[in-house]
């Protein structure tokens, strides 16, 4: 698997060019693929991913990079974070995601003073500080992701993650963005609930983004963050998207008492099976006790 793996990354169309006769060190990329295969262990450690992450080599910094975050060990995130301002946007890029993977084992908790690993609000420095100057979209993209992924377990470091993403968001709502910001919604009941202008920023992206994956994700998000209200619920009712219809038919309790019956009305008779599935868990959630007249006209349903 690794040898084919170091194959296709030695044929890529970027490694060899008529300008730059280059020719990789197959043997140093041989050694460090090794080590990310034996985690680290055996007679040469982790060194090999370490000379790879400081090597002049643009393909075996990419490939330490990845090789360092697999090995889920936060002293090598540390050794990462130097590459978040290397001038190769792909090396960027993994360098933010090895990060983030570096720290997947560490539990939520308070703030612990930094040591020779990195720690969680260091990292989100590093990000923060790198999503602010970076250029390149598909970095802006990993790093949103990547600040998203972190396992925060304190309230303050948790809203200026969203901060730092939602300043980038008010350009552009990408899904990987996106994608952050639903990661953070998740550790809701560690870190507390979203910051307004979060929410703000997610209701503009769920009903003014362009990608409906992006729209999806949004309301998502707003579900988790308990940030749906009554105008985004009835906008996403009428999305061209069948999935962001079924999800808008979540936040039915938004709607005022005399417009529940008329969303859950489009919902069953809606085109798409799963927004009719989504209408019948609206029900549910529309009033106390439930009306069960619309879920009986669907029994027969095709």
Request: hydrophobic share 50%; aromatic share 2%; proline share 6%.
């Amino acid at each position: 698997m690794r040898l084919r793996l170091a194959a296709a990354l030695l044929a890529a169309p970027w490694a060899l060019t008529a300008q730059t006769p280059w020719r990789p060190d197959t043997a140093a990329l041989q050694r460090l693929l090794v080590a990310e295969d034996h985690r680290g262990t055996g007679a040469d450690g982790i060194q090999p991913i370490l000379d790879g992450l400081g090597s002049k080599d643009t393909l075996l910094r990419r490939v330490a990079a990845r090789a360092a975050g697999r090995l889920q060990r936060p002293d090598l995130g540390l050794a990462l974070t130097a590459l978040l301002t290397d001038p190769i946007a792909a090396v960027r890029r993994e360098a933010a995601n090895g990060i983030a993977q570096s720290l997947k084992r560490v539990p939520r908790r308070p703030l612990a003073a930094d040591t020779t690993t990195i720690s969680v609000r260091a990292a989100r420095v590093a990000f923060s500080t790198a999503l602010a100057a970076e250029k390149d979209p598909a970095v802006v993209d990993a790093l949103a992701a990547s600040l998203g992924r972190l396992p925060f377990g304190d309230s303050s470091e948790a809203r200026a993650a969203e901060a730092a993403i939602v300043a980038r968001i008010n350009r552009t709502a990408t899904r990987q963005m996106m994608q952050g910001l639903y990661r953070l919604a998740q550790g809701r009941r560690a870190v507390g609930p979203m910051a307004m202008p979060t929410i703000f920023a997610i209701r503009r992206a769920a009903v003014g983004s362009a990608d409906p994956t992006v729209r999806r994700l949004a309301f998502s998000t707003l579900i988790l963050a308990q940030g749906l209200d009554s105008v985004i619920v009835a906008t996403g009712l009428k999305d061209a998207d069948e999935q962001v219809r079924r999800l808008a038919l979540s936040g039915i309790a938004t709607l005022p008492a005399a417009r529940r019956a008329e969303a859950i009305a489009a919902g069953v008779a809606d085109r798409s099976p799963i927004v009719r599935v989504g209408a019948i868990v609206a029900v549910r959630l529309a009033t106390r006790p439930a009306n069960c007249t619309p879920i009986l006209s669907l029994v027969d349903d095709r």
